[in-house]
């Protein structure tokens, strides 16, 4: 019995701290790209990037090009540490950058500046 438990919990922990359990990529992006969870320095992507500003061209970039180009940024202008390549994390800064791309009907939809 003491065992069914241990796994039963070990189980729902697997469950539900698996990030990408129901999560939109593009909505998770936009959170860590307004949030302040990728940086040390208390900065945003979007304090240099409000509503994806200067981003347009580079969201049209290879996949294999975004991740350093976000890891650089989340180096260099947030104080952070890098996201490893594969993570959902990447792909979902990844998805949310290509919506900056210059023809996309969803760049209209963009948080607004305050």
Same mark, same amino acid.
């Given at each position: 019995m003491k065992w069914n438990g241990m796994i039963? $919990? !070990?189980? !729902?922990g697997? $469950?539900?701290s698996t990030p990408s359990f129901g999560r939109d990529p593009v909505d998770h992006g936009m959170a860590l790209f307004?949030?302040?969870?990728?940086s040390t320095n208390g900065k945003r992507c979007s304090t240099c990037h409000p509503r994806g500003k200067t981003l347009e061209e580079a969201a049209t970039y290879r996949e294999k090009q975004l991740p350093k180009i976000i890891n650089e940024c989340i180096e260099k202008g947030l104080g952070g540490f +890098?996201? +490893? +390549?594969e993570s959902e994390?990447?792909?979902s800064m990844i998805a949310y950058m290509?919506?900056?791309a210059p023809?996309?009907?969803?760049?209209?939809?963009?948080p607004q500046e305050k």
């Open positions: 039963f $919990i !070990a189980l !729902a697997l $469950i539900f307004n949030g302040t969870s990728l +890098p996201l +490893p +390549p994390d990447m792909e290509r919506t900056f023809d996309k009907w969803y760049q209209q939809h963009l």
